[in-house]
């Protein structure tokens, strides 16, 4: 026997015009792939990397009009990145299985909204950033759904209460079932002896990030005289330190503690009492090998 959930799950994609229905469809699916594309990525939550979270909460900080608020943000980082993928899983499924989807619609659209403000900021045109597109679709699909309506009815009986519940699970447990298929790295864990980059392809003046088999991350440069290495991990409160070139030095995003990677990672300013750990690296042949 078809439950009344069931029923009206059924009911509201009958009840939809076609075009609703493509959009409807579109965002539940995009929406939880986002999450899922997230989730199998193990570099997401990793504190460097080319998709690391807290890597794009840096660039967030100086290119979005608000970057005040990343400064708290990366502190937290794995934090955050969980919940973004906690709060994809959950508006897609929302959207899909008819749990309260005006409220999910509204979410979606500020959640695009912010996404337009950070990551897609700066793409001129407007037209080439997707994240205005999907502003458009959910603000679009949010009027579907409020009609004429003159306010938004966002209160939960008992039934909406537990369905949004079971939405917080479906959630948890698409993250756990995507940590399950998460992407495995081909390389072997990077020890004592292990080849970082080819000298060739470290011109000096110049420098490479990589990260340690424990995952911690290191930056390595290369000048006319050798190659030195340090930890990422700021040595106030554990964020990680990025190189600035036009100051040539390693600055912490968190709280504004400056080392001087050409004097031995040495403390410049800010909070922090004791310089960057220092990664013994080497030249071996063609390549820069961790020593």
Excluded at 14 to 19: L, N, T, V
């Amino acid at each position: 026997m078809v439950n009344k959930h069931t029923q009206a799950l059924l009911a509201s994609w009958r009840s939809q015009h076609i075009s609703v229905r493509v959009i409807r469809l579109w965002l539940g699916v995009t929406w939880i792939y986002g999450g899922w594309y997230k989730a199998v990525d193990p570099g997401f939550l990793a504190k460097t990397g080319p998709t690391s979270f807290a890597r794009e909460l840096v660039g967030f900080q100086t290119s979005s009009p608000l970057g005040l608020i990343f400064k708290y943000m990366l502190e937290r980082s794995t934090f955050f990145g969980i919940g973004v993928i906690l709060i994809e899983f959950a508006l897609g499924f929302a959207t899909l299985f008819w749990i309260a989807p005006t409220l999910s619609a509204f979410a979606g659209f500020s959640m695009s909204i912010g996404l337009w403000l950070t990551a897609t900021w700066h793409v001129k045109p407007y037209f080439l950033g997707s994240d205005t597109v999907y502003a458009v679709m959910w603000l679009s699909y949010l009027l579907v759904l409020i009609g004429n309506r003159r306010k938004i009815d966002v209160s939960l009986d008992r039934r909406g209460a537990l369905r949004v519940a079971s939405l917080g699970a479906m959630a948890v447990v698409a993250t756990l079932l995507a940590r399950v298929f998460q992407k495995r790295t081909t390389g072997s864990a990077l020890t004592p002896g292990g080849a970082i980059i080819k000298v060739a392809d470290l011109p000096m003046g110049k420098n490479h990030e990589f990260a340690l088999g424990t995952g911690e991350p290191v930056i390595l440069f290369r000048t006319k005289n050798s190659v030195f290495a340090y930890s990422q991990i700021c040595t106030h409160q554990g964020c990680t330190v990025q190189y600035l070139a036009t100051d040539k030095a390693l600055i912490c995003p968190c709280h504004g503690a400056t080392f001087d990677p050409f004097n031995g990672a040495k403390v410049l300013a800010g909070p922090a009492t004791s310089p960057l750990a220092s990664v013994k690296v080497a030249v071996s042949g063609d390549w820069v090998v961790l020593a």
